[in-house]
C-alpha cells in the first residue's frame, strides 16, 4: 500500500482510538484503551507470537518445530 495512504489511515486509527467517547465505551466493556502504531503493534504481536509458541510446545500442543 502507498505510504501515504498508509500515513493517513495510522492518523485516523490514531484519532479515533484516543476519541474520549471510544474511549468511555472501552472502558465500559472491561478494555483497555490503548493505541499502538504499526511499528509498535508488529513488535507487541511478535512478543506474544513467541510467548505463545513456547506454551504450546511446553503444552505439546505444537504440531510443527
Do not use: C, Q, W
Request: charged residues 35%; glycine residues 8%; without cysteine.
Amino acid at each position: 500500500m502507498p505510504k501515504p495512504i498508509v500515513d493517513k489511515l495510522v492518523k485516523a486509527i490514531e484519532i479515533g482510538g484516543k476519541d474520549p467517547e471510544y474511549v468511555k465505551y472501552l472502558t465500559s466493556t472491561n478494555n483497555f484503551p490503548t493505541y499502538l502504531g504499526p511499528g509498535e503493534l508488529f513488535k507487541f504481536f511478535e512478543e506474544e507470537r513467541r510467548t505463545h509458541r513456547s506454551i504450546f510446545e511446553k503444552a505439546g500442543l505444537l504440531k510443527e518445530k
